[in-house]
């Protein structure tokens, strides 16, 4: 049965986003997109309207745990024993789907190879972006460890996500690791877990990331078909501009013009230079 679930899971989250919609239980924040040049591309920057403004706010008033126990008009499948998809509630990105622990993990706690498991089996299932928010500095909102994952590509003009423009012409000046995956890292979920979960913990390991505790310092992981990148953290925001792994892929969510204004004057990449030392 839950071999089921995955194998449709990019059919189930639209099925699933349709049905939370008509129930409220999915409440989209509203934008306006627009792009801002630097370098050799654009990123692209969301700016909330005042409906999405008010939907923010309400998401900024909840109080617990939103995952113990979810809303269950926001599943979408079981990934596994140990871990479910359920829709973002408040996304931003259409089809923003989250992958969740069943029982409570602190979102500072290290990836295990069962979170490996749930990421790899999304990217088997679709071509999508699945991002680890790992800590309240790198841009999680919920304390439960959850990950993140949003389809492919991020802009329409694009192969997959707007900072591709910088890998071959530019070297990206803040601080991170990043690798190309060969096509054969998918041949199996146990391939793409061993390969995937190996490039990660180097990366860990060579910016002094783990903690003895079984935590981490804060970082985002970035996870596509065809690259990994791994950015550590020092700041949660630029300037008043809450940034987490999507600002990494290069999009932005601006709450008004005042912070769209900020990232076109000071350009988007100074603000991830800043929030990543």
């Not at 499948?77 to 989250?98: E, M, R, W, Y």
């Not at 998918?186 to 910016?207: C, D, G, N, P, Q």
Request: aromatic share 8%.
């Amino acid at each position: 049965m839950i071999y089921e679930e995955r194998r449709g899971l990019a059919s189930r989250i639209w099925r699933a986003s349709d049905a939370a919609r008509q129930s409220e239980a999915l409440v989209p924040l509203a934008t306006d997109i627009c792009r801002v040049s630097e370098g050799p591309g654009a990123f692209e920057v969301r700016i909330l309207t005042a409906a999405g403004c008010e939907a923010s706010a309400s998401r900024e008033r909840r109080d617990g745990n939103p995952f113990l126990p979810y809303d269950e008009r926001l599943f979408v499948a079981q990934l596994s024993d140990t871990h479910v998809c359920l829709l973002n509630k408040f996304p931003v990105i259409p089809g923003h789907a989250l992958v969740v622990t069943r029982s409570f993990e602190p979102q500072t706690s290290a990836l295990s190879p069962h979170d490996y498991v749930a990421a790899v089996t999304c990217l088997m299932a679709f071509d999508g972006l699945v991002f680890y928010n790992a800590g309240e500095v790198a841009g999680a909102s919920e304390p439960h460890k959850h990950l993140q994952v949003v389809p492919l590509p991020l802009v329409s003009d694009a192969l997959d996500a707007p900072i591709t423009s910088w890998f071959e012409q530019i070297d990206l000046p803040f601080r991170h690791r990043r690798v190309d995956l060969a096509s054969e890292t998918w041949r199996s979920e146990e391939s793409a877990k061993a390969i995937v979960s190996a490039h990660v913990e180097r990366m860990l390991t060579a910016f002094d990331l783990l903690l003895p505790s079984g935590e981490t310092k804060p970082y985002n992981l970035l996870l596509t078909r065809r690259w990994l990148m791994l950015v550590p953290r020092v700041a949660e925001k630029y300037k008043g501009i809450s940034i987490n792994g999507l600002g990494f892929a290069g999009a932005f969510l601006a709450r008004d013009e005042q912070e769209l204004a900020v990232l076109r004057s000071q350009g988007p990449m100074a603000a991830l230079c800043h929030v990543a030392g």
